[in-house]
T-cell receptor, first 111, second 113 residues
Framework: DVKVTQSSRYLVKRTGEKVFLECVQDMDHENMFWYRQDPGLGLRLIYF???????EKGDIPEGYSVSREKKERFSLILESASTNQTSMYLCASSPHGEPQHFGDGTRLSIL | DAKTTQPPSMDCAEGRAANLPCNHS???????VYWYRQIHSQGPQYIIH???NNETNEMASLIITEDRKSSTLILPHATLRDTAVYYCIVRSRNSNSGYALNFGKGTSLLVTP
């Protein structure tokens, strides 16, 4: 079975903090993705990566950055957390052209 | 990507088949139909996908009409654990780079005892 692991299920941070969300997959997938999910807005793509050190902006990249130094790990960084970044964050991975598999999400609260 | 239309909610009795419809009348020739579901407080779970032929796996069956403008996901014997939001997504496969999934509002399926 595909395993996508997100480092935390719940996280509470303060405004202005630098926040790191980690995602690891164990299936040697080329593609990795970060989404956020908010009530009434569905899932929105923040960034994705199709190879090590490669990244592409999604629909809502503002306020976020990403890092992919190793194939299995994709990190989402909130440079200076703000309250409007309180959300459920979902990581996914896939081989090229194949369905994405998701982690269980990190529920992030910014106070 | 083609737009999809799903009913906002459906009910199904436990043990009966759940048939979830999806309209995608603007689908183009190279676009696949994907189904995911999301159980409360979990990440989305991939169920099945297809291009034009009907597909079946251990979780569900996917029936795509001949003109490909609509499809139906069938859970043959629904259980309480199948209560979830089901998303129908139409997307082309791109072998050169990653692709984003456009999750709409989906159908909230409630399986009742």
């Amino acid at each position: 079975d595909v395993k996508v692991t997100q480092s935390s299920r719940y996280l509470v941070k303060r405004t202005g903090e630098k926040v790191f969300l980690e995602c690891v997959q164990d299936m040697d997938h080329e593609n990795m993705f970060w989404y956020r999910q908010d009530p009434g807005l569905g899932l929105r793509l923040i960034y994705f990566s199709y190879d090590v050190k490669m990244k592409e902006k999604g629909d809502i990249p503002e306020g976020y950055s990403v890092s992919r130094e190793k194939k299995e790990r994709f990190s989402l960084i909130l440079e200076s957390a703000s309250t409007n970044q309180t959300s459920m964050y979902l990581c996914a991975s896939s081989p090229h052209g194949e369905p994405q598999h998701f982690g269980d999400g990190t529920r992030l609260s910014i106070l | 990507d083609a737009k999809t239309t799903q009913p906002p909610s459906m009910d199904c009795a436990e043990g009966r088949a759940a048939n979830l419809p999806c309209n995608h009348s603007t689908i183009s020739g190279n676009e696949y139909v994907y189904w995911y579901r999301q159980i409360h407080s979990q990440g989305p779970q991939y169920i099945i996908h297809g291009l034009k032929n009907n597909e079946t796996n251990e979780m569900a069956s996917l029936i795509i009409t001949e003109d490909r403008k609509s499809s139906t996901l069938i859970l043959p014997h629904a259980t309480l654990r199948d209560t979830a939001v089901y998303y129908c997504i139409v997307r082309s496969r791109n072998s050169n780079s990653g692709y984003a999934l456009n999750f709409g509002k989906g159908t909230s399926l409630l399986v009742t005892p």
